[in-house]
């Protein structure tokens, strides 16, 4: 399918951020937005990049009552010279097909999900901040749209892409953060959705890290929703514990988001001879190491905050300190050779980064 353009009109267009240093997250978004619709029985059709614009949803549209929501997140970055690279695309895309199969939502084909996604970036490349640490981030969405009341898969579904400059996805910016362990509350089941990135998992992850944030905690660290033991992931990353000589992380056995950042680091750390173990690591196993002195370093990986310190860590009615309460040498490493890799400041060996517009 031919993806139409309409571009805004230049009195139409927005002030561009004069201080990338109050960018913040997620709050200021570019003039275009790409937009595809999907009927049953025609299935998708129309693609088009349009000046950006609010929604006009049904009261009674499917996703407003039963949750049919599935998104993503990924980042576009201006490198040396201008070069405006993306960092696994693919992944994310083939990521988003997989909420989409267990929502029961149609997929969309890879290459024109990249193609759509680099039009627009491409559109509004004046947007993409210049700063150390900035990017543009991408959110593609897929929401159903039918206007029915009723427990079945839509019938009808919106696929868009929104995009936005941004800064630090944490007010800490790359130092150490707080994190609150919970055992009254659980993220995911197994048989459940923790696998996929829909928004229902987000929403009932908000009570607890409600609570969380009003201790004077950054993030929650959620536990298996069977035993309460054992560490699944970050409300918004995957979480990783240096204990000895060994970078632990939780297996994917379907509970957890199977995080590109997160692939990324086991690759890199595997690649510098660091033992990496995707394994159950339980809360008693992170406080033995803890009070033998053998919990080295904790971080948390995503695609917002890349690689993000973990300094402290509360679990019953105590705070703990990780290292200190400083950044750990593999931690720091590693977010900075991800960000080079990123941002095209040195080779990709492993061929993570894609060169859309020099």
Known sequence: MEIKVIQA???KRKAKPSDESQLGFGKI????????????GRGWHDPLVEPYRALQ???????????????????????????????????NIRRMNVSAERLCMPTI??????EALTKLILIDKEWI??????????????????PVIGVHPAHEYLFFIIVGPVGAYYPEGFAPTKIYVTEDYSRSAPGGTGYCKAGGNYAS????????????????????????????????????????????????????????TRDSVIQLAKS???????RRLAMDEVMAAMAAGTLREAFASGTAAVVSPVGHIYYREKEYPIGEGRTGKLTERLYKEILQIQYGMKDDPFGWRLKIAD
């Open 272 to 278: 510098w001879g660091v033992k990496v173990s995707e």
């Open 9 to 11: 009109s230049p009195e």
């Open 109 to 114: 084909d890879e290459e024109l999900f990249l």
């Open 129 to 146: 901040p210049h700063g150390s640490g900035t990017s543009l981030y991408i959110r593609p969405t897929m929401i159903g749209t039918e």
């Open 57 to 91: 949803l049904d009261p009674s549209a499917i996703c407003l009552h039963y949750a049919q929501e599935i998104f993503e997140g990924m980042k576009a970055y201006r490198g040396k010279g201008g070069a405006i690279y993306l960092f696994r695309p693919m992944e």
């Open 29 to 40: 978004f570019t003039d275009h937005f790409f937009t595809m619709p999907w009927h049953a």
């Open 205 to 260: 992850s908000l009570y607890a890290t409600e609570i969380a944030k009003g201790m004077g905690y950054t993030q929650v660290l959620w536990l298996d929703a069977i035993e309460r033991k054992y560490v699944e992931e970050v409300g918004t990353s995957n979480m990783f514990f240096m204990i000895g000589d060994e970078l632990i992380t939780s297996p994917l056995t379907g509970t957890i988001l199977p995080g590109v």
